[in-house]
């Protein structure tokens, strides 16, 4: 468990989660499945938040509940799905080929994305199939 998770789990216990119904996640989402509901922690450094394309999946789901940390605070942003696409800027982060490539969209774009189920990497890649016909 990292810095930031543990700080999402000492506020879950702090906020009523019973420690024996915290599912901890490392490699997978939501990061914490408890007695409250489920959670994803991200640090955020300013307005920008970095997140995979699992986690991109998870912004359509209403189960889920954000707990930004931004900087060095202690305490979270407790977001929703929609208030977390509002809030920040959003990295897109996954690996091709082994080796990672970053793309960042705008707010937009990740609603876009979202209201249309739309997997990014399988739109990247025929887009990029389409261009590379020309």
């Not at 970095?50 to 998870?58: A, E, F, Y």
């Not at 696409?85 to 960042?104: D, L, Q, Y």
């Not at 209201?115 to 199939?129: G, M, P």
Request: charged share 25%.
């Amino acid at each position: 468990m990292n810095q930031t998770e543990q700080k999402a789990y000492n506020w879950l216990l702090a906020h009523g989660a019973k420690e024996n119904s915290i599912v901890f996640q490392q490699h997978k989402s939501p990061d914490f499945i408890t007695n409250l509901g489920n959670f994803e922690v991200k640090h955020a450094e300013g307005q920008l938040v970095i997140l995979t394309q699992n986690q991109i999946c998870m912004l359509e789901s209403n189960d889920v509940t954000f707990l930004v940390y931004i900087g060095h605070n202690e305490e979270p942003l407790v977001l929703s799905s929609s208030e977390f696409i509002k809030r920040f800027r959003i990295h897109i982060f996954h690996f091709v080929e082994g080796r990672p490539k970053n793309i960042t969209i705008r707010e937009d774009q990740a609603k876009w994305i979202t209201d249309k189920h739309i997997n990014l990497s399988r739109f990247v890649q025929a887009k990029l199939d389409e261009e590379m016909k020309k």
